[in-house]
């Protein structure tokens, strides 16, 4: 294998026994300069993407998170009055928002004068 | 916000190499790679180390390099077919072929050689990227390059008529 002669090339660590090895064939030498002219030939054509000025193209990415807050925001708002309105539609509630005492389910009456700790007095053992 | 313009100064021609190696077409390219921006804004933790937040970017970035292939398949675009042996020495003819051999490559090899050759990745951050191991990787890179040079034979030969140099160009 002549996968050292890539790993040569990237500046990554090698084996200098296996690179001399791998160099000392006609071939191995002819593939390391095919791969440097690969390099020559790929770079750039990669490059012609990159817009004049490299990384000073306007990011767009800025204006698309500072929309994405914008939604964010409009969204909750939008949330926010849905749930008033649902809490106005609730029975007992005024349109103010302040809601009104719930109706009783039952209802005790102490008469004044009734012992109503005795046990006796209501049959009770 | 900082932090994520400094990202952006530090990777984003990187990434657009990478990405016009990976669709092969500049606009779509420069689209993708401000994606990527969009996700790092939006992320609400980055890396601590430089080497983590490359492998970091560079992760999102083949992910989205995944959907946008997976969403082009389900278009059936056809490829725009171009002959490399008409061997032409116009830059814009050489970025065609240059193209169409990365497109022959599978999606793994490509990813892989474009991390390295387009955006300077090492071996040890491409693995941690592509959940490979470093060995791997570099096994996988010369095989796209092998591959490549069977491509690009009229290209190479045309580009070991000038001088060479051997490291990566600088951005």
Request: net charge neutral; glycine share 6%; charged share 20%.
């Amino acid at each position: 294998m002549h996968d050292v002669i890539s790993a040569f090339l990237d500046n990554e660590p090698f084996d200098g026994q296996e690179l001399s090895t791998a160099l000392a064939t006609p071939d191995g030498r002819e593939l390391l300069l095919d791969l440097i002219a690969l390099r020559a030939v790929v770079h750039p054509a990669l490059s012609t993407a990159v817009p004049a000025g490299g990384s000073a193209r306007r990011p767009r990415w800025i204006w698309l998170s500072a929309a994405a807050v914008l939604v964010a925001l409009a969204a909750g708002y939008q949330a926010g009055r849905w749930s008033d309105r649902g809490a106005a539609q609730v029975p007992g509630t005024s349109a103010s928002g302040l809601s009104a005492p719930p109706a009783p389910t039952s209802e005790f009456r102490f008469e004044p004068g009734v012992n109503w700790t005795d046990a006796s007095a209501s049959g009770g053992t | 916000m900082g932090e994520s313009t400094t990202l952006f100064r530090a990777y984003y021609a990187g990434l657009v190499r990478y990405f016009s190696g990976a669709v092969g077409h500049p606009e779509t390219a420069r689209d993708l790679a401000q994606d990527v921006f969009v996700r790092v804004a939006a992320a609400s933790a980055l890396p601590a180390s430089d080497e983590g937040k490359r492998a970091w970017v560079f992760h999102i970035a083949r992910n989205i390099a995944i959907d946008h292939h997976r969403r082009q398949r389900l278009r059936q675009v056809e490829p725009i077919a171009i002959d490399p042996a008409a061997g032409s020495e116009n830059s814009a003819d050489t970025a065609l072929f240059v193209n169409q051999a990365l497109a022959s490559l599978d999606d793994l090899a490509r990813d892989v050689f474009l991390m390295r050759e387009a955006a300077g990745l090492s071996y040890a951050e491409i693995a941690s990227v592509c959940a490979l191991t470093p060995d791997a990787v570099r096994s996988r890179i010369h095989r796209a390059r092998l591959q490549l040079r069977e491509h690009l034979q009229r290209p190479l030969a045309a580009a070991r008529q000038q001088p060479m140099r051997a490291g990566l160009t600088k951005d």
